[in-house]
């Protein structure tokens, strides 16, 4: 089975300073890996993903995160961070299926409170 | 990406009485749906898979007579919490598998159950 571990719960860092939040994930098998996001009172949103292919991946609003298959790690990390940034975010795993492509089930991290203050 | 709306959003009850909440994919045919829960500052949890036309597959520890599901269509899933306790409040979340490579999940806003 897999799991994921995100090491810190709280981060709580200025606006424009940078931040990483840690992700590192444990299974026998390649996974898919996923970074969520959480506003307040809203639902998940997809912030990037890494299915394969170039281990660095990049979303809309300058987050990105660096797939290192020998760390099993999928770190977050933004060079500088917005008031708007804060919220809760989830890493995740999910399994490939036998066929290349996966709808399967996620295992979620614990989350990380990313809160910037001005 | 898929629209995922979920009714109620909100939803307060008394303890021994069943709610229903129902996940809709608005633009999009879900053969399959997840339901997730979540305790406050703690992670989602995955609840069950729901398949359309066919029975659901619960996790293992969660009581597939408590919480039932329905997938009656592609664009509706619903999750009845029967004879709810005070325990049993929590968010509960669906989401939308997406298929093929960009394999992706679409959350639900969620829905805040407040058992009383």
């Known amino acids: 089975a897999q799991s994921v571990t995100q090491l810190d719960s709280q981060v709580p860092v200025f606006e424009e300073a940078p931040v990483e939040l840690r992700c590192n994930y444990s299974s026998s098998v390649s996974v898919y890996l996923f970074w969520y996001v959480q506003y307040p009172n809203q639902g998940l949103q997809l912030l990037l993903k890494y299915l394969s292919g170039s281990t660095l991946v990049e979303s809309i609003n300058g987050f990105e995160a660096e797939f290192n298959k020998s760390q099993t790690s999928f770190h977050l990390r933004k060079p500088s961070v917005h008031i708007s940034d804060t919220a809760e975010y989830f890493c995740?795993?999910?399994?490939?299926?036998?066929?290349?492509?996966?709808?399967?089930?996620?295992?979620f991290g614990q989350g990380t409170i990313l809160t910037v203050h001005p | 990406g898929a629209v995922v709306s979920q009714h109620p959003s909100r939803v307060i009850c008394k303890s021994g009485t069943s709610v229903k909440i129902e996940c809709r994919s608005l633009?999009?045919?879900?053969?399959?749906m997840f339901w997730y829960r979540q305790f406050p500052k703690q992670s989602l949890m995955l609840m069950a898979t729901?398949?359309?036309?066919?029975?659901?597959?619960?996790e293992q520890g969660v009581e597939k007579d408590k919480f039932l599901i329905n997938h009656a269509s592609l664009t509706l899933s619903t999750l009845t919490v029967t004879s709810a306790h005070p325990e049993d409040s929590s968010f509960y979340i669906c989401s939308v598998a997406g298929q093929g490579v960009s394999d992706t999940q679409y959350f639900g806003p969620g829905t805040r159950l407040t058992v009383l």
């Open positions: 633009d999009f045919q879900a053969t399959t």
């Open positions: 995740a795993v999910s399994l490939p299926n036998a066929g290349g492509t996966s709808y399967g089930k996620l295992t």
């Open positions: 729901s398949n359309e036309g066919s029975k659901a597959t619960y």
